[in-house]
């Protein structure tokens, strides 16, 4: 689906979200049950007394999950709360054993914030009104008999955090952006691990349409649950386009809860939200309030990492690195620590731009090689066996024209797969390029004498013929020469 057309001097949107995010504990948030590490375990197997609901069970506080909220609330520069309280949300669903969910409605933990993101090569910032933590219910199954719901409770429980922006956003692309900013930031600090296809995070999407310049908010439709960037686009796409033609033709737009179908390309109906639901919020009892000391915010605001836009910056400044390589690299922290170790085996005194080409080829070998060796069961490259000390080798090698790309490549996988020490294989195997003027001078001077009527030809304009004849000293070569050396020296007997 493109992304919509509709006429912005005409029409504006206002796209507000709701963004859930299964932290990275290792128990629930209020039961020391564990979490499942897969989609594949047995359902039901994993619960305690009080993710079933039985009465006499009292809820505990998981001390990490409020750590890792108070971290996505310091990295997002948001107000946080030194007291907070929880509530409860009564609705009756069949995942939902207790009756009611465990959220902070009245005092979130963090208010306020930003998330900071780049859209059409621009920066811009999007207003957040509060971040709060929130147990996740269980799951319906609706696909394993026919004709019957089956519940699964290993989910309930799971701690979240619920980022709610401002209604900020105007487009599909920009929405897009921000989230996948949003989701680079949490998964870089090990808040979520930004799985998508199971639901780690998922998005909700509030939108209306109001004529432009018109101060009178539109009637607002909610978009649930969806779990990829494509379909918050798509979804925001025709949400936008639907809520014109209905205006456009005289006809009101409901105000709704709606589904995208990602086979028809289309939002569908779920149910219609003409009236609120009742929640019934009620402070919890059987918690206290959260009180939050400034020692332990200030404990973690001192070991929070360096930011990956910042890191960005400083990867291409320092390193000269092409911004698009740098973004790679800080894709992952394990990624850009790696990096980081290699580029620290090179030796201090090195000149500037020795450093930017080493530190250049670094970046490609780890990002064209190594990277493409990891898969489901080598995800990171702690998996592989060579060490940041060993890429640097390699890419020294050939930064210094010792080594080819080809070969650099070759002997990094290698050195990956094996965890040999590089410079053994390159000395036992004449791996280094040929260097040696006198030597490729005499290679040049042979080619050119076994081929006269193509230097006569080239002599005569045919200019394209030097690849001819690099070709040929190539194929001729007993060891790999230098291709710039030797570009050198047939230009130099050519002129």
Known sequence: MTPTTYDTSRWQADIGLEIHCQLLTRTRLFSPGPLPATTDAAPNSLLTPFDLGLPGTLPQLNARAVDLALVAGIALGCDINPISHFDRKH???PDLPKGYQITQQERPICQNGRILFEHEGQPHTLP?????LEEDAGRSLHDRLPHHTLVDLNRAGTPLIEIVTAPALHCPLATEAALRALHRLLVWLQICDGNLQ????????????????????GVRCELKNLNSFRFVREALTFEIDRHIALLQTGQTVRSQTRAYDDRARQTVLLRERDALPDYRFLRDPDLPPLLLDEARIQRLREHHPEHPDALERRLTTTFNLPAPIARTLCESPTRATFFENATAEFPPDLPIDARHTRALACA????????ALLDADHPDLSALAITPAQLATIASLQAA???S??????????VARTGQDPLGIVEARALRQCRDPELLGRLVDAVLDDHPDQLKAYRQGKTQLLGFFIGQAMRRAHVEPDPRLLTSIFRERLS
Do not use: Q
């Open 364 to 371: 490609n070998l780890l990002i064209n090689t190594l990277l």
């Open 405 to 414: 790309a080809t070969v650099a490549a070759a002997l990094c996988e290698e």
């Open 128 to 132: 957040l009104e509060r971040i709060h």
């Open 91 to 93: 609705y009756l669903y």
């Open 198 to 217: 199971e639901g780690s995070m998922r998005f909700d999407a509030n939108i209306s349409v109001r004529p432009t310049g018109s101060t009178e908010p």
């Open 401 to 403: 024209g010792e080594l």
